[in-house]
Every structure is written in C-alpha cells, then in structure tokens.
C-alpha cells in the first residue's frame, strides 16, 4: 500500500486556497503534483505560493498520469459532474466540492459512476467533520433527545448576494441560490446527524426578489465580490422555505441569501420528546432537558476543529485504504434529492414526492 498520495487541485479559487490546498500542505501523507485552473496565472500563483506542484490550464492533459492518485474539485458547479466522472473513469479517487452538481440528473451520474468504477467519490459538505455536529449526532444516537422528530434550520442573512451577476446567481452555471450554495450545508448536517434518513415528500417556495435589480441592489458587504458584475444575470433564489418529510424527523428551514431583517440567523434545532438541541451553525450547541422539573439548558463545552482540514486529511486517509468515506455519494445524494425537490415544487406550488 502507497505510503503518499499525489494529488491535483482542480480549480485554484477561494474554496481551493482556503480549504483544500492548506490541508494538503498539511498532510505529511499527500504530495500536491498540479494545480489546474482556466486562468493560468491563479495555478502559477499557487505553485509560487506554496512551493510545490506544476501548474496546468486543461485538467485533460493529467487524466492518465499514472501517478496521479486524487483530486479535489473546486470548480463552478457547473463543471463538478464532468470534472469527477472523467477523474473516476481514469483511475483517480475524488473529493468534490458541495452541491455535489448543479442538478439532481448529473449527482446521479456522478454516483453511478463512483459504483460502476470502485473510485471514492467524497461530497465536500465539511460539516460531517465538526466537531460540534458529531458530538450531537452522538447525543442522539445515545437517546438523550429520545424521539427526534422534527428539525427546524434557519440560515438567513441580511444582503448577503454573493458575486450578484456572475456565476452565483447565473441557474446555468450554479443551479440555484441560497438553497443550493448554503442550504446544502444544512440539510446534509440534519440528514447526517439523524441516521442520513431517506426523504419522501417536500413542499417549498424559492423566491427571486431582492438581488433582480442588479445596479440598485445595496450591500454592505459581498462574499466572491471580484465576480460581480453588474450587466450580469440574477435568476436564482435569493430566499427559500420548505418543508420535509423523511423517513425519520420531518425537516422545516428558512434561508435567505438576502432579507430586509438586519439580523443574521443561523442555527439547527433538534427537536426531541426527551430533549432538544440548539446548535449554532459553526458554533458550538446547547442540550435542553427536563431536570428536577426544570427544563435546563447545558452548553456541550467541546473544543471546535478545523473541519475543513479534518475533512481533506480524512479523505486523503481513505484512498490510501480505499474505504469511502463519512461524506461518500451515497447518503450525500439524499441532500441532491431534496434540493431539486423544492425547486420543483416551488416550481407546480404543490407538494412533490421524492424518488430514491
């Protein structure tokens, strides 16, 4: 069994310098060989930075290095489907960036293709690495909250558009909006803290509102801003809501990319008939039960990780073993299938059944 991991970064943006690329740094077990990315001089700017590796435009010309063992994917959504499949298809392991595709179709080829080649396919939703949340999924698990049965996620913020005209809110490159760039984080947190329940049913609306009128839209401040553009496109969700029914707790959120509320809001209830949990997303959580007759609010006091590198070195770990990993395709497709639910239903304003 190989010792190190020779890996490519596919896509040298913010996610891939701030996450995946200072993990791999950090890895006595991964060598970084390329960096690849459409603007050359971002991979050249990586090789510079970090001392290591070959910069690279086409990811094509690498697809049969024999050497090459993985890669992470930290592209546009648009290319996380074709990107992943070609590198499973030649061999290579593969961590790909969240949502796992721009649409529930391509998630779908991506998994089929993971099964039909044997090739780990890891859906970046870092939250599975936190410590916080898997202190509560073990909460659960043990029965302190008895009977989960239903999970409320708020993740709403005050003008809060990211890179409004450019690929974050073009459907064609991104899929959607608010649902898709952080309810996906959300939803696969609750599904992975409550078993990854298969969902059955979702009922929800998506709305275009504050971010339509590009030039007039007002912010303080602006994730990806460098993208923005103001003859651009916005025809994606900039708020959300939904409910859904799963074969475990029924899941109800509200999130906006965009309110006019100046107050951010960004939190998990885990509703029990024995206890409840608040966690604030990133953040550390609060258990309630009855005690003495008092219902009583206790603070986990664990220490936070670094998910995002708990996340990489874990997958780096699991090619050189070959076993998938906790964010494997699999229970990840259920969050894909949920997602496209409620844009459908948004769509027909009716409820929707899922088929998995």
């Not at 909460?139 to 709403?156: D, M, N, P, Q």
């Not at 206790?298 to 874990?314: A, F, K, Y």
Request: proline share 4%; with cysteine.
């Amino acid at each position: 069994m190989k010792k190190i991991i020779n890996v490519a970064v596919i896509g040298c943006g913010a996610i891939a310098n701030s996450a995946h690329i200072p993990a791999y740094m950090a890895s006595e077990k991964a060598n970084i060989k390329y960096f690849c990315d459409i603007l050359p001089e971002r991979a050249e700017a990586c090789v510079a930075k970090y001392g290591c590796g070959k910069a690279i435009v086409d990811y094509h010309d690498i697809l049969d290095d024999p050497d090459l063992d993985a890669v992470s994917v930290c592209t546009h959504n648009d290319l996380h489907s074709v990107i992943s499949i070609d590198f499973m298809r030649h061999g290579k392991d593969v961590l790909c960036e969240k949502p796992a595709a721009r649409i529930l179709s391509e998630a779908y080829e991506m998994q089929k293709v993971s099964h039909e080649t044997g090739r780990i396919l890891a859906i970046g939703v870092c939250n599975r690495y936190g410590s916080y949340v898997n202190e509560v999924k073990k909460y659960i698990e043990e029965g302190k909250l008895g009977e989960v049965f239903h999970v409320y996620a708020s993740f709403r913020a005050p003008r809060s558009i990211p890179g409004i005209g450019g690929p974050f809110t073009t459907k064609a490159e991104s899929g959607g909006g608010a649902l898709i760039d952080w309810g996906v984080h959300y939803l696969d947190l609750i599904l992975y803290c409550c078993g990854d329940p298969k969902p059955l049913t979702a009922s929800g609306e998506a709305f275009s509102k504050l971010g339509v009128n590009i030039p007039e839209y007002a912010y303080e401040s602006m994730w990806a801003e460098e993208t923005k553009d103001e003859n651009g496109t916005f025809d994606v969700d900039d708020s959300v809501t939904g409910l859904v029914r799963t074969e475990g707790p029924t899941i109800s959120f509200n999130g906006a990319w965009a309110q006019n509320i100046d107050i951010a809001e960004t939190y998990i209830d885990f509703m029990g008939d024995k206890g409840g949990i608040r966690l604030k997303y990133c953040g550390d959580f609060v258990y309630y039960t009855v005690i003495d007759g008092k219902l009583t609010g206790t603070p986990s006091g664990i220490e936070e990780n670094d998910i995002h590198r708990t996340e990489v070195l874990d997958f780096v770990d699991h090619v050189l073993t070959g076993e998938r990993t906790r964010n494997d395709i699999d229970p990840c497709i259920h969050t894909s299938e949920i997602m496209d639910a409620i844009y459908r239903s948004s769509e027909l304003h009716r409820e929707v059944a899922i088929k998995n």
